[in-house]
């Protein structure tokens, strides 16, 4: 916990990095990028993602790239098909 002192993130996230773990939960996207410039290759999970393609975190919802996966909130690509389900009743 860096007690929203930005200063203390960096030296806290190259502590984590330094532990090699099997994969890193983040809860922004400022977090995604400063894991993901430290260590590439590290598999990101991030739970609840605005727009991952407008923020640049991935290319594709379908098939994420970049050692990230998630959940998509505000998908502008779902929009179509949400009002598509709620028009069909497929939603209650």
Do not use: C, N, Y
Not at 12 to 23: F, G, I, N, R
Not at 36 to 44: D, F, L, V
Not at 77 to 84: C, D, H, P, S
């Amino acid at each position: 916990f860096a007690a929203f002192d930005r200063q203390r993130v960096e030296p806290m996230v190259q502590e984590l990095l330094a532990l090699k773990p099997a994969l890193v939960v983040t809860a922004d996207v400022a977090g995604f990028r400063l894991i993901r410039s430290q260590s590439p290759e590290t598999p990101i999970v991030h739970p609840a993602f605005g727009d991952p393609i407008a923020s640049g975190v991935t290319t594709s919802l379908a098939r994420p790239d970049g050692h990230v996966t998630g959940v998509s909130v505000f998908a502008t690509e779902l929009a179509g098909k949400r009002l598509a389900a709620e028009s069909w009743g497929a939603i209650p």
